[in-house]
């Protein structure tokens, strides 16, 4: 895979990870409100920290599907016993969540522009 595949396929899970997560907003905003302030109280966690595990859920569902590994030509061996496949799509998982969250940074008010707009 070279440098290009790579990024298109990284900047691809990250706009439908920035989709699937905006579009079910509505439906589990008063889970991770709420657990967000059970958390907050009892624990002194940061605001948004749940909202931020719920972006890696999003994207860890979608490798998990699809079986991404945007990393596989660079993580080849096992470490501690974790095959490499498992260890590339978990930092997959970290990089495409990442990107959601700085789609939310670069547009904070706004949708992030849409293809053909």
């Known amino acids: 895979m070279d440098g290009v595949e790579f990024l298109a396929i990284v900047f691809f899970m990250v ?11 509505p439906l589990v905003m008063w889970i991770i409100d709420a ?7 009892y624990l002194g966690t940061p605001p948004g ?15 998990a599907i699809t079986q991404v590994n945007v990393f596989g030509n660079y993580i080849r061996l096992p470490v501690f016993g974790v095959s490499a496949q498992v ?9 495409g969540a990442g990107g959601s ?12 522009p849409r293809m053909g707009a």
């Open 15 to 25: 706009l439908v990870a920035e989709r699937v997560i905006e579009q079910s907003k």
């Open 35 to 41: 657990v967000q302030k059970f958390l907050t109280k």
């Open 49 to 63: 920290w749940v909202f931020v595990l719920y972006t890696w859920l999003v994207v860890g569902v979608f490798v």
């Open 87 to 95: 260890i590339g799509q978990v930092v997959t998982v970290i990089v």
């Open 101 to 112: 969250n700085l789609l939310h940074d670069l547009w904070p008010d706004q949708q992030p």
